[in-house]
């Protein structure tokens, strides 16, 4: 059939071995992904994904949230610790549930199939598709800037652009695992240089004593709840990310090790820039100055760097690339994992047989991506991302305390004290409703609808598994003409 039924192997809710097999070749060949992510590649994946766009363009939202330099950071500091907290009970799931999908497969394992599809389905449709197109198209704007010198870049032109990247990247992430984690390693350690530059400079200036814009750090903070859940929203944008690693756990060598070490690792350095790195455009600006400023890396090197300013549109689009490639690679894995559990057609649960990538699911992202860039009407959707993500986080994460506290008997190999993932939840049932109380907003009632318009689909599809006959057919020619086959679970 083209939807496969839901595997009954579950740890939580079964007696079965928990990892079963789709074999090939009459039983005598298993075909699995690889276990291609190594601990230098996890701490890639994770800040690699965060470093975007969001710490070169927008810290200026934040204090204009805020309304101080003083507040803005510690909103900086907030948002690390609270991603920080978040990963840390990521990773205990991680270990309890050693299969790839992140919240999809927590979701499903803890609360059943349907919200595990609500979630799949929000999150392959538009979701991960929109926030990639968002970067891609962030890129294009850098990467053309200097072809276009005192004019905005064509439209026209910025799409095309962002159209090449996805499908770079689709070629990159399809042909090889280790292919895509060496741009991805390559591309962070580029995005990090760049940072380290920004913190370097303003150690200088600050050595110099350029500190007025400190002076009277906390003077007009605003204090309103809504105001404040809206500046951790942009705050938390440029942390997205802290959790991809979770999608690809049955790819990572020793996961039980790898999953918590890389968190540990790469959130706390990420932050530790983010800090340093807004305290060197304050150093750089004055509050004013940041405020005005379109992109706030580039007026920076304007300021600093002189005549070498033209480094600063390079490393964003070096920077907002290597995140594209991340979001990618983890992404598809998502479409990959629930067509695998029959959430999806079974086509999209494939790998292709030499080079062991779940190509149909990548192809099948790279696809929404370019129909997202061509249409442009997202924009609206990305700024209400944070809604639908901590809405999803929340649930993962009560997941957690429901396992901590109902069945401690699981092994697990990593334990995060039970306060932490309190405090994540509490932060997200906060990040969720205090801009609807504060400020209510029709696009949240659209996003609502979409996650539940899902059911149309789950319960024919799903439920009572209806399939048309025509997609037998259509799944077989694909098969033979993507040269791909079903894959098995890796029992880690």
């Known amino acids: 059939s083209t939807m496969r039924e839901r595997k009954t192997t579950d740890p939580l809710h079964s007696t079965d071995p928990p990892h079963s097999s789709t074999d090939l070749s009459e039983g005598k060949e298993k075909l699995r992904l690889k276990q291609e992510v190594g601990l230098i590649s996890g701490v890639s994946l994770i800040a690699g994904t965060m470093i975007g766009s969001g710490i070169f363009m927008s810290p200026e939202w934040v204090l204009h949230h805020m309304g101080n330099p003083a507040s803005s950071l510690l909103i900086w500091a907030a948002c690390g610790l609270l991603a920080m907290f978040g990963a840390l009970s990521y990773a205990e799931l991680g270990t309890i549930i050693k299969e790839s999908g992140g919240e999809y497969i927590y979701i499903l394992r803890i609360f059943g199939s349907f919200p595990a599809f609500l979630f799949a389905y929000t999150s392959v449709i538009l979701v991960r598709p929109a926030g990639l197109a968002a970067v891609c198209l962030s890129f294009a704007e850098y990467a053309i800037a200097p072809f276009y010198p005192g004019c905005s870049s064509p439209q026209v032109a910025i799409k095309c652009t962002a159209a090449a990247c996805i499908l770079i990247l689709t070629i990159v ?33 600050l050595a110099k004593g350029q500190t007025q814009s400190f002076q009277n750090g906390f003077q007009g903070t605003t204090a309103g709840i809504g105001t404040v859940g809206v500046a951790f929203y942009q705050g938390l944008w440029s942390y997205d990310g802290w959790n991809n690693l979770n999608y690809v756990t049955e790819e990572l060598k020793k996961p039980e090790v790898t999953l918590p070490r890389a968190v540990m690792i790469a959130i706390p350095l990420v932050t530790c820039l983010y800090l340093l790195v807004n305290v060197s455009y304050l150093a750089a600006m004055t509050p004013s100055e940041l405020l005005s400023s379109g992109a706030v890396a580039v007026t920076w090197g304007d300021k600093v760097l002189g005549s070498w300013a033209w480094l600063m549109s390079l490393s964003v689009a070096l920077s907002t690339f290597g995140s594209s490639n991340g979001t990618f690679f983890s992404g598809g894995r998502v479409c990959y994992i629930a067509a695998r559990e029959g959430h999806m057609p079974d086509i999209l649960s494939m790998a292709h047989v030499r080079c062991l990538t779940p190509s149909p699911a990548l192809l099948f992202t790279s696809a929404m991506s370019l129909i ?11 700024n209400f991302f944070s809604f639908m993500a901590w809405f999803f986080y929340g649930m993962t994460i009560s997941g957690l305390l429901y396992l901590k ?28 409703l205090a801009p609807i109380i504060d400020q209510p907003q029709i696009e949240i009632l659209y996003i609502v609808l979409f996650i539940f318009s899902g059911i149309i689909f789950y319960f024919p599809l799903v439920r009572f598994k209806y399939h048309p006959r025509f997609l037998q057919t259509v799944t077989l020619h694909l098969q033979l003409l993507l040269e791909v086959a079903p894959t098995t679970r890796d029992a880690n």
């Open 173 to 205: 992430n399809c042909l090889n695992v280790r292919l895509a984690t060496s741009v991805m390693n390559i591309f962070t350690a580029a995005k990090l240089l760049a940072l380290f530059v920004i913190v370097v400079g303003g150690l200088v200036l």
């Open 372 to 382: 997202m860039i061509i249409s442009g009407n997202f924009t609206s959707i990305v």
């Open 405 to 432: 506290i109902k069945k401690p008997e699981l092994p697990r190999s990593y334990k995060v004290p039970i306060i932490i993932p309190i405090i994540v939840l509490m932060a997200a049932v906060y990040l969720v």
